[in-house]
């Protein structure tokens, strides 16, 4: 019940594409919902986050979708880019406590 | 500081030996987590501290890992009779006491011959 699902595992997208990146969650308790973006050798950085009482949140380029009763919420990527280029985590918390990672998604976006 | 820091970036050391990995946390954050990377996979949570008490240690994968905090600032992870299995990143992070989000170091490379 403490799991995160996300895919795919990798992900190429051709420049000025969309990417899409999907996780689902089993904990209803979860309300909040971030993604992290990784570049190698470094840690992870916050991208966007969202709570439960809203179905969409936008940031720039960067979109989360969430969908309450499906326990589903996405990341899309409009106009990828090749320096979007990076490993993706989508998250889950409850509280202020841990997070629960999905195993991450490999985004390549090629020139 | 600027970010959370971590010490050192890289650690070799062979089977059998004890490593300690160090976390600074950004100041003003009282509360301080350490994940887990394994190669290729998503994060797993070890450990939060709140202040110098750690209320969920549910993560650490056996008795051969421990952590402490001094006051709210900094934390070392022990790892004892070290195995190849430990080989992986180990990321600290920092958030205030009632935020959510969290600020992750660059992370430690342990590699275990």
């Known amino acids: 019940q403490q799991q995160v699902k996300q895919s795919p595992q990798s992900l190429i997208v051709q420049k000025g594409g969309i990417s899409i990146i999907n996780c689902a969650y089993e904990?209803?308790?979860?309300?909040?919902f971030p993604w992290y973006q990784q570049f190698p050798g470094k840690g992870p950085a916050l991208l966007i986050a969202?709570?439960?009482?809203?179905s969409e949140k936008k940031e720039g380029r960067f979109t989360i979708s969430f969908n309450k009763s499906a326990k589903q919420f996405s990341l899309h990527i409009m106009d990828s880019q090749p320096g979007d280029s990076a490993t993706y985590f989508c998250?889950?918390?409850?509280?202020?406590?841990?997070?629960?990672f999905g195993t991450g998604t490999r985004l390549l976006v090629s020139p | 500081g600027a970010g959370v820091s971590q010490s050192p970036s890289n650690k070799v050391t062979e089977k059998g030996k004890d490593v300690e990995l160090r976390c600074d946390p950004i100041?003003?954050?009282?509360?301080l987590y350490w994940y887990r990377q394994r190669l290729g996979q998503g994060l797993e949570f070890l450990i939060y501290?709140?202040?110098?008490?750690?209320?969920?240690k549910s993560g650490l994968p056996s008795d051969r890992f421990s952590a402490e905090r001094t006051g709210e600032s900094v934390s070392t992870l022990t790892i004892q009779r070290t195995q190849q299995e430990d080989s992986a990143v180990y990321l600290c992070?920092?958030?205030?006491?009632?935020?959510?989000?969290?600020?992750f170091g660059p992370g430690t490379r342990l590699t275990v011959l």
């Open positions: 904990n209803t308790a979860f309300d909040y």
């Open positions: 501290f709140q202040g110098n008490s750690a209320p969920d």
């Open positions: 998250a889950a918390s409850r509280g202020f406590q841990k997070l629960v």
């Open positions: 969202i709570r439960p009482d809203v």
């Open positions: 992070a920092s958030s205030f006491s009632r935020g959510n989000e969290q600020f």
């Open positions: 100041s003003g954050h009282t509360a």
